[in-house]
């Protein structure tokens, strides 16, 4: 029996022994090809300029402009360790693979605030190993460049909310007809749930699935301790 348990041992040991050296020559290649396709695209467009270019923007909102609870909304939502990590966070990879591979399908990336802002700029939505290698690669870069506020300023002034709506203050405009600052706190996580699924979420197309989403969003700052119960509670009453 020993002997039976010890060659189940070795053989478990040798079946991880080959996939992680699979794992590791397909790092390999498509940390390549990744690092390849970052280079082409800042090349093409340096961070620098490309950060100069959307400041630029008309009605751009700085981070002292955004409500507190707006800024605490997204960060619960999409990216809990914003603050703590250097662009990548890396438990939120291993997490997402883990469940990519229990599921058998590529639905979580795992990506963080500043992977999806060099993702919409540089790259396309299309999941591919290669692309997730070079916005973690111009990830890196930009959080050399930017401190995490502007990291913040530049996400929400560039991401979609749906119904033609780019960037927060054109959301709050056209959905609220207010600025940013103006936002109730209702308001401000509702806005704060549309990007994950704009089109689907939104408030012009269907309201019901975008009030869905706020609890998820309030759920979700009540498991990080953003807000307690009783506030999210209170928010999601505060518009009946």
């Known amino acids: 029996m020993k002997k039976v348990l010890k060659g189940i041992g070795k053989g478990l040991l040798a079946v991880a ?12 290649i498509f940390g390549t090809k990744g690092y390849r ?4 695209a800042v090349e093409a467009v340096p961070i620098d300029v490309l950060v100069e270019s ?3 923007q008309e009605h751009f909102v700085s981070y002292e402009e955004l ?68 916005e973690v690669f111009a990830a890196l870069e930009l959080e050399k460049l930017c401190s995490k506020e502007e990291i913040f300023e ?23 007809g207010k ?5 109730t706190e209702y308001e401000a996580i509702m ?9 689907a979420y939104s408030l012009d197309v269907s309201p019901t699935l975008a009030e869905e ?8 700052m009540v498991k990080c301790k953003a807000i307690t119960e009783e506030k999210a509670k209170e928010i999601l009453s505060s518009e009946e």
């Open 154 to 176: 530049l996400y929400i002034n560039t991401i979609y909310f749906g119904s033609g709506y780019y960037g927060l203050y054109d959301a709050a405009q056209g959905y609220y």
């Open 179 to 183: 600025t940013p600052e103006e936002l």
């Open 191 to 199: 806005l704060a749930g549309l990007p994950n699924a704009p089109s």
């Open 37 to 40: 396709m970052y280079r082409d």
């Open 67 to 134: 409500p507190e609870i707006y800024i605490d909304a997204v960060i619960s939502v999409e990216d809990k360790r914003f603050f703590s990590h250097h662009g990548v966070d890396f438990f939120a990879i291993v997490r997402a693979v883990w469940n990519d591979v229990r599921t058998l399908s590529f639905v979580e990336g795992g990506s963080t605030i500043t992977q999806q802002l060099m993702k919409n700029q540089y790259f396309t939505q299309e999941k591919k190993m290669e692309r997730k290698f070079a």
């Open 54 to 56: 959307l400041r630029d």
């Open 17 to 28: 022994l080959l996939l992680f050296a699979g794992c590791f020559v397909i790092g390999v």
């Open 213 to 220: 989403r706020m609890q998820q969003v309030l759920d979700r």
